[in-house]
């Protein structure tokens, strides 16, 4: 077999950040590269798996769980798995939970055969500010954007000029050096996610430094949130449906379903 290491990309970003989109756009425009994809998804269903536009290369579903923490056994079978496959990947992408840590995942990209190309944390341009002020999850929604080789704030479309212009400032002042750019709907060209552009520009060195102290701490999620799940094959009644979502509490984070 060609010892060949395989470059592994880790997308992060909290719930709503739009990774899954952001990674139906890498798909879309691969360029004939052949991706191996991990998709992880904090609950007994994998909703985002079945959200992704195009299979044709090898996608392992990893449910149930935080990749950087209670499924840390499977994420590193499922790594060896596709080391040992006959024909390799190009890459490996990863698309991390909305509740994990991507620094701590990237470390599996050291797994012999592996070497880590780069960690990309998207932002929700709306509302990463708020997020990152909330006194329950602000901590982790922080050690989540600094966890970036490559920051894309996303969503600027919904958002003024004005405030544009002073949440990019506002995590430039989080995390000093750190690359932004600035998306919509996760459009960006391939050279600037996987390429020479991208490694020349990148400050793992003092990235590494600065998440030094975050790797110590906490990282429960089990504790931290609550999910619930609903398979059906009956019709749901629209009115009583849409009249549950309406009421649903401030504190539900998200909901996804197909």
């Known amino acids: 077999m060609v010892n060949k290491q395989i470059p592994v990309t880790v997308i992060g970003g909290y719930l709503g950040a739009g990774k899954t989109t952001l990674l139906n756009h890498i798909l879309r425009n691969n360029k004939g590269i052949r991706f191996a994809i991990l ?13 992704i536009e195009s299979q044709d290369g090898d996608t392992i579903n990893l ?4 990749i950087c923490c209670s499924l840390s056994g499977g994420f590193g079978t499922a790594m ?3 080391r040992e496959r006959l024909v390799l ?16 995942i990237a470390q599996y990209a050291h797994l012999p055969g592996f070497h880590l190309d780069s960690v990309i944390v998207l932002a929700d341009a709306e509302f990463i500010q708020k997020r990152a002020a909330d006194k329950y999850v602000g901590r982790q929604v922080i050690q989540q954007l600094k966890s970036a080789d490559l920051l894309l704030l996303n969503k600027v479309d ?3 000029d004005e405030k544009l212009t002073q949440v990019r400032e506002w995590l430039q002042d989080l995390i000093p050096n750190i690359r932004i750019l600035k998306v919509s709907r ?5 050279d600037m ?8 520009q990148l400050a793992v060195s003092e990235k590494q430094v600065d998440l030094a102290e975050g790797m110590e701490h906490e990282h429960h999620h089990d504790h ?3 999910t619930w799940s609903y398979i059906g094959s009956s019709l749901l009644d629209g009115t009583k449906f849409h009249a549950l979502i309406a009421g649903l509490d401030a504190e539900i984070l998200r909901g996804k379903g197909l």
């Open 39 to 51: 998709v992880n998804d904090f609950g007994s269903i994998n909703i985002d798996i079945d959200l």
């Open 63 to 66: 449910a149930n769980g935080c």
């Open 80 to 82: 060896l798995s596709i």
């Open 89 to 104: 990947p190009d890459r490996v992408l990863i698309e991390a939970s909305g509740v994990s840590d991507p620094f701590k």
């Open 158 to 160: 919904l958002v003024p």
């Open 186 to 190: 996760g459009q960006i060209p391939m």
């Open 193 to 200: 996610l996987f390429g020479e552009e991208l490694l020349e």
């Open 224 to 226: 931290d949130y609550v």
